[in-house]
């Protein structure tokens, strides 16, 4: 998984949550381009923060020891029955 993945819909949210309150006070056209600027130096410094913290936390995107060997062995299974399943004819 990418650094930063997990946290999407997060910060999807928080620039939904920014644009909004900075536009909210929009009185003219002329107010959008710096409003716009507001919006982009907030959302750096949460991106900065969100990618430092999944950077540091490794565990956030990666399964404990033998987990992820289990569930890839367990549909490897499943896939095998499946495909013999299909395999055989009762007509």
Not at 50 to 75: H, M, W, Y
Request: proline share 3%; aromatic share 4%; charged share 20%.
């Amino acid at each position: 998984m990418v650094p930063g993945s997990l946290y999407a819909l997060k910060m999807a949210a928080g620039d939904a949550t920014s644009l909004g309150r900075i536009l909210a006070h929009l009185h003219c056209k002329n107010q959008i381009k710096s409003f716009l600027n507001a919006v982009q130096e907030i959302r750096q410094k949460r991106i900065e923060v969100t990618q430092k913290t999944a950077n540091r936390n490794i565990f956030a995107v990666s399964l404990p020891p033998g987990i992820a060997e289990a569930c890839d062995k367990s549909l490897r299974a499943k896939a095998a029955a499946g495909v013999k399943a299909l395999g055989t004819s009762s007509t």
